[in-house]
């Protein structure tokens, strides 16, 4: 038997959401944990994402159960556990979260979302959080190839294959979640039980192992950058400090510094902080011009002359506000058909079928050393005696940096112009992004 192993290390280039199905009081969409608790990614969901990028060319070396004599996987994954550049904890430890680096994944971060309705009012019962693993984490797995024969050319093409592909784990893929990239791959061949026996099992030791050098980086965004140095920016964190009602959302993630010790050079993992502006946020006002521009361009219109026709014909005399609602949802949301085709719509029951968008934009991650964070003070004022209301004044933080670029990635579709559009319209300042908005926050200066 000939068998050939990998060992990948993996980044999660965005933050990463394998989520489980495992209940939690005080967060609705949990993450996968091991038996230490620690994050960590089923070799399950690796063979699946790796079956789809590799494609039909692969498909053989996965199994088959499509006939009467089903076929096992030539191809063994082992779940992908928690690296810290140089160890993965392997086995049971019950102070796992007293070691340096492994503390740090006892309290993850939670994200905060909400469903917003085609006026970008926020949609009753709408709010859910979703648990995080930071951006920056790596892990190590290893996937390994049995056959009777020699396949060198067809292994030597499929750790190829791997790195031409976007790695994406989890779910939120199109929330800008899960997107992974490859930062090491070492690899060992077994052409005998001699040298099979010789291999180390554990993860954290890979002797005997050759890297593989020259790694290619797959991802290629495409990217608008935008002249900030006149804006304010606030992407809520719907909480306070001791200082504002209402401060800005940070978020820690891994940046991995290259150190060197008495044996090797290998990468530390050093955790800093950051203003993060969701990728989540920029889709969702995106959407919201897409519908305008398509709408426009078709002349969709919804007009009570409309409505009353309607109305008329299904035997009422008066206009029904529900109805009214409901040929305005029949051309906003989810259910605008550019919007349908550029950022996908949901299955909201066993019936419908849904379908996957075309868009990824990730998060924007800004140093906070990069960016210059203020505090402005409000209150309300009474229009009656033009004075200020009692207990009316409040405070927000919000934050400016010279100079903003936004990756995003879409797949080619008649729709896309549309998409153009939206883009456009940040830029000149006409789309503001993030909260705020009517106070100002948020408008490009049209430079770029």
């Known amino acids: 038997m000939h068998r050939y192993f990998a060992r990948f290390v993996i980044e999660a280039e965005t933050p990463l959401a394998v989520g489980s199905d495992k209940l939690h009081y005080y967060q609705d969409a949990p993450i996968e944990k091991d038996f230490n608790g620690l994050p960590y990614i089923p070799g399950t969901a690796l063979a699946g994402a790796f079956q789809d990028g590799l494609g039909v060319d692969f498909k053989h070396f996965f199994g088959n159960t499509d006939n009467s004599q089903p076929e096992g996987s030539n191809l063994i994954f082992s779940d992908a556990l928690l690296y810290d550049g140089k160890r993965v904890i392997e086995i049971l430890d019950n102070q796992v979260f007293d070691k340096s680096y492994f503390k740090e994944f006892k309290d993850l971060p939670i994200r905060?979302?909400?469903?917003?309705?085609?006026?970008?009012?926020?949609?009753?019962?709408?709010?859910?959080?979703?648990?995080v693993v930071y951006?920056?984490?790596?892990?190590?797995?290893?996937?390994?190839?049995?056959?009777?024969?020699?396949q060198d050319k067809i292994w030597e093409l499929m750790l190829n294959?791997?790195?031409?592909?976007?790695?994406?784990?989890?779910?939120?893929?199109?929330r800008g979640y899960g997107l992974c990239t490859i930062q090491e791959i070492k690899t060992y061949y077994a052409k005998d039980f001699e040298t099979y026996t010789a291999i180390e099992p554990s993860l954290g030791n890979d002797t005997g192992f050759k890297i593989e050098n020259n790694i290619k980086k797959s991802v290629e965004w495409k990217q608008l950058k935008l002249d900030t140095s006149q804006s304010l920016f606030h992407f809520g964190?719907?909480?306070?400090?001791?200082?504002?009602?209402?401060?800005?959302?940070?978020?820690?993630?891994?940046?991995?510094?290259?150190?060197?010790?008495?044996?090797?050079?290998?990468?530390?993992?050093?955790?800093?902080?950051?203003?993060?502006?969701?990728?989540?946020?920029?889709?969702?006002?995106?959407?919201?011009?897409?519908?305008f521009y398509y709408n426009l361009g078709k002349k969709e219109t919804i007009s009570l002359e409309k409505i009353a026709a309607r109305c008329k014909k299904e035997g009422s005399e008066t206009v029904d506000l529900e109805k009214f609602r409901e040929e305005v949802d029949k051309i906003t949301g989810e259910n605008n058909p550019a919007v349908k085709a550029l950022f996908g719509q949901a299955k909201e029951s066993a019936t419908q079928t849904g379908n996957k968008g075309r868009v990824i934009i990730p998060d924007i991650f800004i140093p906070t050393q990069n960016?210059?964070?203020?505090?402005?003070?409000?209150?309300?004022?009474?229009?009656?005696t033009g004075g200020t209301l009692d207990t009316a004044l409040f405070s927000e933080k919000a934050f400016y940096i010279d100079e903003l670029t936004i990756n995003y990635f879409v797949e080619p579709t008649v729709e896309e112009k549309y998409f153009v559009k939206a883009l456009a319209d940040i830029k000149n300042g006409t789309l503001p992004i993030g909260g705020m908005a009517a106070k100002g926050h948020g408008i490009i200066n049209g430079k770029s």
Do not use: C
Not at 371 to 384: C, G, P, Q, W, Y
């Open 135 to 150: 951006k920056g984490t790596r892990f190590k797995f290893e996937i390994s190839l049995e056959s009777q024969t020699p």
């Open 112 to 131: 905060p979302h909400a469903r917003h309705d085609h006026k970008a009012t926020a949609l009753e019962g709408g709010l859910f959080d979703q648990e």
């Open 161 to 174: 294959k791997v790195q031409s592909f976007n790695l994406f784990l989890g779910s939120g893929q199109y």
């Open 371 to 384: 960016a210059s964070e203020v505090k402005l003070m409000h209150n309300t004022i009474d229009r009656f």
């Open 237 to 291: 964190a719907g909480s306070s400090d001791d200082e504002t009602d209402a401060i800005n959302y940070k978020e820690r993630a891994i940046k991995w510094v290259l150190k060197k010790d008495e044996n090797r050079n290998y990468y530390f993992p050093d955790f800093e902080e950051y203003f993060v502006i969701p990728g989540s946020s920029i889709k969702g006002l995106i959407a919201h011009r897409v519908a």
